[in-house]
């Protein structure tokens, strides 16, 4: 409901004269459908999304202030399910898991390895593996 009311204010010029909760509410919504639609980018970080938003990385961590996760976790964990989805996708058999990671914003297959084995408790290889039913899957990051 906020969402809606917003909008409408924001089309009509009114978004100032919202209450504070409701315009926090509404720039949470935008920026983590800015985080999803941007994941892929490996240039993604909590400033990038301050500067796209015109607000302080400091507003922007207030934001994420009482949530189970930072802006910078929840970008990580974002990535690391779209991997995990990619890595079990039959589709995506012929992907290797480095163009994989790379697809989701992962810099360096080490990290990702790291992340994926500190989040799943395996190694992305074993996870392809295990969902795809074959261990001649294995493809080195």
Same mark, same amino acid.
């Given at each position: 409901m906020d969402l809606a009311v917003a909008t409408l204010a924001d089309r009509i010029g009114g978004l100032r004269t919202l209450p504070a909760e409701t315009r926090a509410a509404v720039l949470r919504a935008r920026v983590d459908a800015f985080?999803? =639609?941007? %994941?892929? &980018?490996?240039?993604l970080n909590p400033a990038a999304i301050a500067a796209h938003h015109h607000i302080s990385l400091r507003s922007l961590h207030q934001l994420f202030h009482g949530e189970p996760e930072t802006v910078a976790a929840t970008i990580r964990r974002r990535r690391l399910e779209r991997? +995990?989805?990619? %890595?079990?996708?039959p589709a995506?058999? #012929? #992907?290797?898991v480095g163009e994989i990671s790379a697809r989701w914003g992962f +810099? #360096?297959? =080490? &990290?990702f390895s790291r992340a994926m084995r500190k989040m799943y408790g395996t190694p992305p290889t074993e996870? +392809? =593996?295990q969902a795809l039913g074959s261990d001649d899957l294995r493809d080195p990051c």
């Open positions: 985080i999803d =639609a941007n %994941l892929g &980018d490996p240039h991997c +995990r989805d990619d %890595l079990v996708d995506m058999r #012929h #992907h290797g +810099r #360096h297959p =080490a &990290d996870i +392809r =593996a």
